[in-house]
């Protein structure tokens, strides 16, 4: 529908500006076309959001088949492994908080859905985890008076 639509564009939008934030500069760009576009897959046909994919193990889901779709437009790989990983972190071979993380933050704060904590203590990101949070909740106060 139209207001889906609508609140994925406002999600990504969000997510793109939080994950640029949560990365060095040399980095922010990546990070927020990542976060821009870690939802794409949803955009396709017969795809299913893997948050509630639940008992639907023979379907695409949105992360895999969005990594896909950017993997076939070329796109740099730390930009693919940040959307097919955006739900699980850990499953990135880079042990640093990079683009997967930031995304992953992004996504899960924006949507106030659990972030992985594991993965944060195996980057050594648990300490930011607060002031990433209180960026989120400025994004998103600052969406909800634009509504």
């Not at 990070?31 to 008992?55: C, H, K, M, S, Y």
């Not at 949105?62 to 950017?70: C, F, K, M, P």
């Not at 730390?78 to 930031?102: D, H, K, M, Y």
Request: aromatic share 4%; hydrophobic share 45%.
């Amino acid at each position: 529908s139209e207001a889906e639509r609508s609140r994925l564009q406002q999600r990504a939008m969000m997510s793109a500006r939080l994950a640029s934030r949560l990365l060095p500069a040399c980095s922010a760009e990546r990070g927020a076309t990542a976060a821009l576009l870690a939802d794409i897959g949803l955009l396709l046909p017969g795809v299913v959001d893997q948050r509630q994919a639940e008992g639907q193990a023979d379907a695409l889901g949105h992360a895999d088949a969005g990594a896909y779709l950017l993997g076939l437009w070329g796109l740099p790989m730390p930009i693919i492994e940040a959307v097919a990983f955006q739900l699980e972190p850990q499953r990135c071979n880079s042990r640093n908080f990079w683009v997967t993380g930031a995304v992953h933050v992004a996504n899960s704060l924006i949507r106030g859905e659990p972030v992985d904590m594991t993965y944060l203590q195996q980057t050594g990101s648990v300490d930011k985890l607060p002031q990433w949070q209180a960026q989120a909740d400025s994004l998103l106060g600052l969406a909800a008076t634009q509504a």
